[in-house]
Nanobody, 115 residues
Framework: QVQLVESGGGLVQPGGSLRLSCAAS????????MGWYRQAPGKQRELVAG???????NYADSVKGRFTISRENAKNTVYLQMNSLKVEDTAVYYC?????????WGQGTQVTVSS
């Protein structure tokens, strides 16, 4: 059974940085097109960054130039480096496959950007 565990969230001031991690068990993440998603209160979950097996990346316009997705295959982990955080980045962040087929969602990690 695949398990995704997100970590690294927290409370940060606007302009600050956080690095999120997504560790997996039961599968090899490098085999999949992976993404980081977020869900703010009252809003739908949205994809903010994606990474292919070969390392190509894509970003939502709202985070382009501020967020960087990467993967460390030896640790079976996907990361999201978030810089220049804004209040509107506040959300629960999740990782999962992109596309229709998904793993069971993890618990996510809360990111709160507030002064």
């Amino acid at each position: 059974q695949v398990q995704l565990v997100e970590s690294g969230g927290g409370l940060v001031q606007p302009g600050g940085s956080l690095r999120l991690s997504c560790a997996a068990s039961g599968t090899i993440l490098s085999n999949y097109l992976m993404g980081w998603y977020r869900q703010a209160p009252g809003k739908q979950r949205e994809l903010v960054a994606g990474i292919t097996s070969s390392g190509s990346t894509n970003y939502a316009d709202s985070v382009k130039g501020r967020f960087t997705i990467s993967r460390e295959n030896a640790k079976n982990t996907v990361y999201l480096q978030m810089n220049s955080l804004k209040v509107e980045d506040t959300a629960v962040y999740y990782c999962n496959r992109q596309g229709i087929l998904k793993f069971t969602w993890g618990q996510g990690t809360q990111v709160t950007v507030s002064s």
